[in-house]
């Protein structure tokens, strides 16, 4: 149950009707893409804890704004793609219209106006995905500009940014302690890109986990995210005397990418080398064979990130992450 001396949230109830924050909130507007079951369970908690919907959530719907802007400029297709529908949904659960903006990680001129374009159609908040919720343009123009913004997988530094993020050195930690499980000792791992403070967790958990074992090794090669950058990092790993039995990439493209060097050199996934990935994007489900990775829920956090804009104040949130095996690793061969 919660706590005494606060009101219940929608948090609360997720986490106590075991769903996600989206369920939730199609349950409380009626939407009918919930099954009965589900429907009836969340309805449970709802009336055993007290809650009832924040009316700040729609603050800003009745002051006349009600508009908040989602600036993207990842080069993952799939994983915006999961951040744009849990923006989507939290916006509509909040009463606000959601405006989406392009972006260019890199040109700080670019990142500006992207911001000023927001604020001009009338943007109260922002919702930041990676990378640019590390920029220091981005952050710099969102503070000019007086706006509050939700930094998603990152720190959530400057004024008025809160942010959401799993632990992604615990998850990597988490990945690289199933490998070794597998009897995995020579590990390959693909980096992402240098300006995202992930990526260096990212590393740092796997490097731990390494060296708990003492015959481990973690080999590491650069990458930025992209698939190009994984299929090339995966060929200068494969080129390795010994070969790594295990490639560990900070993504799911680059995974894929990593699964398509390990086919393109002939050799089996995961008999010959086991491949891994990061964030459980569509991809994950739908390459071949099927990637074990990391899920970290970007529709869920974006969902929320919405939700938190019309609530100053709340301080930085942590989301939840989970290994997800599926069949692209194994035992390491002999």
Known sequence: ????????????????????????????????????????????????????????????????????????????????????????????????????????????????????????????????????????ATLEAIAKAGLRAVALAAPGRGEGVVSLRIDDRAAAGEMVGHLLSLGHRHIGFIEGRGDQSASAERRAGAEQAVATVPDARLIVEAGDFTYRSGLEAARRLLAQRPRPTALFASNDDMAAGALAAVHGAGLDAPGDVSVAGFDDTYVAASSWPTLTTIRQPAADMAHEAAIRLARPGEPPGSVPHRLIVRDSTGPAPD
């Open 1 to 136: 149950m919660t706590d005494d001396d606060r009101k219940p949230t929608i948090g609360d109830v997720a986490r106590l009707a075991g769903v996600s924050l989206m369920t939730v909130s199609r349950v409380i507007n009626d939407s009918i893409r919930v099954r009965p079951e589900t429907r009836a369970k969340v309805e449970a908690v709802i009336a055993d804890i007290g809650y009832a919907p924040d009316p700040a959530a729609r603050i800003l719907a009745r002051a006349g704004a009600g508009r908040i802007g989602l600036l993207y400029a990842n080069p993952s297709n799939a994983y915006l793609a999961e951040v744009l529908a849990g923006a989507l949904s939290g916006a509509r659960a909040a009463g606000l219209l959601l405006m989406i903006e392009p972006s260019q990680a890199g040109d700080p001129v670019a990142e500006r106006l992207a911001v000023s374009r927001l604020v001009a159609g009338g943007a109260q908040g922002l919702i930041v995905p990676p990378p640019l919720g590390e920029s220091a």
